[in-house]
């Protein structure tokens, strides 16, 4: 009898980022084998798998004219702090709430192995897709469920932000109270267009300009190449726009695109004081 080859084993890469920090389309489904429908939640029906959305970042005029946070140099940040009413925000917090994918993700710190606080739940568009999340695979379901497919078509939409800013990835996370919080980091640059719907409780959004590491270091412009100092460097670091507080409120909409991670980190502080959930849906275009 044939003995049966050695499994060969995978090697983690140990990470302390608490952000998703990579994506790969290295998982290929055997040509023999049917690639999976989907996992169903408990009283939640996924949709049947669509065309693959297309990913461009946003550009309308009105954005930029209205909602912009102009005092952010280097950055393209938008906020609309009332993009549903509180009605539609809740009805969202509750089904969502009930969705069977949360679970608490262990992360690679400093080489030890930590259960995170915060809960979170991740879909793609694509069966294929696969992320790490400080340096431990992260469990995806595909496809989208339908209540996050509708959100998705509603941001991907002339009304909102473009038939062309479309998602592949959409990321959940559950903040039961003020205690837990999201810590300071900024997401890796894979990430195109990252658009976070906020529901539940109002919580603080922190963005800090980076420290450059050496006074000749040119930080890279919002409209420009890689290799293009930033003509607003050095004003940029005497204003405002080093350090900006946004209350993200029950319904309310977020967008990052540009070089905002290359220049900005992102966190939400501890506010023990709020008692109330929330929950973040968080739509990325992750491009290998």
């Not at 998982?27 to 939640?41: E, H, I, R």
Request: proline share 7%.
């Amino acid at each position: 009898m044939a003995e049966r080859p050695a499994k060969r084993s995978r090697r983690v890469r140990s990470e302390a980022s608490p952000s998703p920090d990579r994506v790969t389309d290295a998982f290929k489904l055997p040509a023999s084998q049917p690639k999976p429908q989907g996992d169903k939640s408990q009283g939640e029906q996924l949709i049947a798998p669509r065309a693959q959305p297309r990913m461009e970042q946003l550009t309308k005029s009105e954005w930029f004219e209205k909602y912009r946070l102009k005092e952010l140099a280097d950055a393209e940040v938008f906020y609309k702090a009332n993009w549903v009413d509180s009605k539609t925000a809740n009805a969202w917090l509750k089904e969502l709430n009930e969705l069977s994918e949360w679970y608490r993700p262990k992360l690679k710190v400093y080489g030890r192995d930590i259960t995170q606080s915060r809960e979170i739940a991740a879909y793609s568009t694509s069966p294929i897709l696969t992320l790490k999340y400080s340096g431990h695979p992260v469990e995806i379901h595909s496809p989208f469920p339908r209540l996050l497919q509708e959100i998705a078509d509603r941001l991907s939409n002339e009304d909102c932000l473009g038939n062309e800013v479309g998602f592949n990835h959409c990321m959940l996370n559950r903040y039961q109270s003020g205690a837990i919080h999201l810590g300071k980091h900024h997401d890796n640059l894979e990430n195109k267009v990252i658009v976070t719907v906020s529901l539940g409780a109002a919580r603080t959004f922190i963005l800090e300009r980076k420290k450059p590491r050496g006074s000749k270091q040119a930080t890279l412009s919002a409209r420009g190449p890689a290799d293009t100092p930033s003509p607003k460097l050095k004003s940029s670091y005497d204003s405002d726009s080093q350090h900006k507080k946004i209350i993200l409120g029950n319904g309310s909409l977020l967008v990052m695109q540009g070089y905002t991670q290359h220049n900005y980190t992102h966190e939400i502080p501890k506010e023990r004081r709020i008692k109330d959930p929330r929950i973040s849906i968080t739509f990325r275009q992750l491009i290998n």
